[in-house]
C-alpha cells in the first residue's frame, strides 16, 4: 500500500527494472524480488542464457516478465545503453538497473518516491558500507550513455543519491569470481590495445589482475593508468594499488617509493601515508612509520568520490602507532595510540563511513 499511495502522490507514468542476464540461475531471485513490488515491468535482457535463468525470473516477476533478446557483443556499455533505450521505447519513463547479484533495500523510499518534475538524469545509490555510490536509477529517455567495456560508466557525477536506500550483492564462489576476473582481463586488455590511452581501462585491468594475484602485470597496469590519466585521484589510488602489490611481491622499499609518488599526485589520500607506516614498521622503521601515520591522521576522511579504505582514513593510522610505540617501548604513548583506535573506529561506524 505504501508504494500505491506514494504513486498517487508522485505519478510515475511507467517503472521499469532493467537486468542483463546470462545464466546466472537463482542468483536472479533476490534481484528481481527487491524490486517487482515497486514497477510496472521487469526487462531482463538475455544475453545468451541457456540454464533456467528465465524460469526462475518467472517464478518470481510473474506477468510483470518482458524478456528481451540481446546478443551478447563482449561489451556491458552496448548493452546497458540499448536497455536503456529499449526501455523508453517501450514508455518507461523511469528505469532501476539493477544486476542479477544485486539486492536493494528500499527502505520506505521505492522507486517511484520522487517526482518527475525536474527529474535528474539518473539517481546514484550508496552501497552498503558506503565506501561508493553508483547510478541505479535513471530518467528517460537520457542523453547520457555508459561507456567502457566492462567496469562500465555513466556520467553521473552531477545527479544526486536516492535518499535513505542501499544496495548490495550477493556472494560469489571463488570459483565465479575467477571467470569473473578473467573475462574483465581479455575483455580490459583488449580495450587498452584499442586505446592504449584509455587511464581507466588500464586501472581496472589492472584491479582484476590484482584479485587474480597476477602481481607484477598488475603493476605494469596501474602504472600505466597513472601515466594517461588526468584525475588526481585516479593517479593517486593507482599508485596505492600499485604499492599494495610491490607489498605483496615483497619489495617494501619500492612499496614505500611507489606510496611516497602518489602523494605527488593525491596530497589529501590518508590511505598512501597509512600504507608508507605500515611498510616502514615491516621495514623495522619504527619512528619513520610513526611519523606517516601521523600525516595519515591528519588528512580529511571524506571529500573524494572515487575510491576510498574507510579503515585507513579513520582508526588505521591510530593502529599503526599503537604496533610502532610498542616496538619503541613507549607504553604511554602506545596506550594512547590504542584508545584513539578505539575512538577512531567507533566514530567511523557512527559516520557510517564503512564496516
Known sequence: MLAIRLRDRYPVRVLVSLTLAHNVGE??????????????QCLVFDTGI???TLTVARSVARDKLVVVSFPWVDDFSKARNYALHEAARRGATRAVMIDSDQRIDWNGHPPDSVPEVDAPPCWRMRYRGNSFAKEQIFTLPTSRYYSGTTHEAFPAGDCPEWPHSRVWESDKSPEECAIKFERDVRLLSAATQRDPKDARAWYYLGQSLQLLKRWADAQDAFAACVRETAWDEEAGWSSYQSAC???ERGNLRHGLELCAAGLQHHAAMAELPWLAGVISFRLGQFQQSVRWAEIAASMPRCGRIGFSLPFARWEGPYNVMHHAYLALSNADRAAWAEAETEKMRTARLTANDGS
Not at 542468483?27 to 510496472?40: C, E, F, H, N, T
Request: net charge negative; proline share 5%; aromatic share 4%.
Open 27 to 40: 542468483k536472479i531471485r533476490g534481484a528481481l524480488a527487491s524490486v517487482v513490488p515497486y514497477v510496472d
Open 50 to 52: 541457456t540454464d533456467d
Open 245 to 247: 602489490c610491490a607489498l
